[in-house]
């Protein structure tokens, strides 16, 4: 019914960036909230940031500015930006959307999740 995939996960180095996206499909009414939770071993999912369908973000205060959440809304697309990455970010991340359907039902959809490492 409502499907959404990430890509732009991998291996990187301390200090380098990456770029992660997101494309909801299916039967898709309107979405409002979009954003990027992760997940690291052994740890609980946490939020990364959100965004909202007018474009008010909001970010997890531990990433210090290295990240910027932004969405293309005629493409049902969010994605995160990930700069100056360090290890503590290892994790998978996963996206996540507040999806009103057009049989107007609400759904809290996710990714699959994509895998980031990030090598000291």
């Known amino acids: 019914q409502v499907q959404l995939v990430e890509s732009g996960g991998g291996l990187v180095q301390a200090g380098d960036s990456l770029r992660l996206s997101c494309a909801a499909s299916?039967?898709?009414?309107?979405?409002?909230?979009m954003g990027w939770y992760r997940q690291a071993p052994g740890k609980q999912r946490e939020l990364v940031a959100t965004?909202?369908?007018?474009?008010?973000?909001n970010y997890a205060d531990s990433l210090e500015g290295r990240f910027t959440i932004s969405r293309d809304n005629a493409k049902n697309t969010v994605y995160l930006q990930m700069n100056s990455l360090k290890p503590e970010d290892t994790a998978v991340y996963y996206c996540?959307?507040?999806?009103?359907?057009?049989?107007?039902?609400?759904?809290?959809?996710w990714g699959q999740g994509t895998q980031v490492t990030v090598s000291s």
């Open positions: 996540n959307a507040d999806i009103l359907t057009n049989l107007r039902q609400r759904l809290n959809a």
């Open positions: 299916g039967s898709i009414f309107r979405i409002n909230a």
């Open positions: 965004v909202r369908s007018g474009g008010s973000t």
